[in-house]
């Protein structure tokens, strides 16, 4: 959720040096209404403040605490074993199986295991894929789902969190997986272009340098 700007000043119930430097030239009397009006101002913006703040931390947490919750349906699994489960159809048979095919390669190069989850949440099979998948500290695990805007999410094992910056996953999903990319490429073109990128990363030797650019 971007953070939102508010639209009045940060310290408007707090006296400003301005309103110090005007005793000494304005009316007694037009000072009073001058400062009953500072303070009624600032009481009703900082009311407004508040609810607002309240509003938005309220939609954030009920948002959030959604997306978080623990989803565990089986029976949306393949009922063969595949390394991309597609339940949001972003993706062809061609393109599934191309992916599939790019993963087992890669998981014999690398040792490392690349997973694909499409899905539109709470369509998805959730905490099933753990064992589906055998999960571990190899595993990485690319969920794509554009419900909150980036299509691009990953849940990465131990390992490859030792071998692989993890700067090299926010700047994965900041060029692949902004909105403005998949709605114009489509959610196929964002997904395969990760897997591409994250191809290439895992076979650089690893290094100060590895996985500097995204590919």
């Not at 095919?101 to 998805?124: C, H, M, S, V």
């Not at 999410?153 to 990319?181: C, M, T």
């Not at 990363?201 to 590895?210: F, I, M, T, Y």
């Amino acid at each position: 959720m971007a953070v939102r700007h508010l639209p009045w000043p940060v310290n408007v119930g707090t006296p400003t040096k301005l309103a110090v430097q005007m005793t000494t030239t304005m009316p007694n009397l037009k000072l009073t209404r001058f400062k009953n009006w500072v303070t009624e101002f600032g009481s009703k913006s900082m009311k407004l403040a508040l609810s607002s703040s309240l509003l938005l931390a309220l939609s954030f947490n009920v948002e959030h605490a959604e997306a978080k919750m623990g989803v565990n349906k089986p029976e949306l699994l393949p009922k063969e074993y595949t390394a991309v489960i597609d339940v949001a159809g972003f993706l062809s048979a061609g393109q599934e199986k191309r992916l599939a095919d790019e993963i087992a390669d890669l998981e014999k190069d690398t040792g490392f295991k690349l997973r694909i989850l499409a899905q539109n949440y709470p369509d998805t099979p959730g905490l099933a894929i753990k064992d589906f998948w055998n999960v571990d500290d190899r595993t990485i695990v690319f969920v794509a789902d554009p419900t909150f805007g980036n299509i691009l999410n990953f849940n990465v094992g131990e390992q490859v969190d030792l071998d692989i910056p993890r700067s090299f996953w926010s700047r994965l999903a900041g060029k692949y997986g902004n909105i403005f990319y998949w709605k114009e490429k489509g959610e196929d073109a964002s997904i395969e272009a990760a897997v591409n990128a994250i191809a290439y990363c895992l076979r650089e030797p690893v290094g100060p340098s590895n996985c500097s650019e995204i590919r």
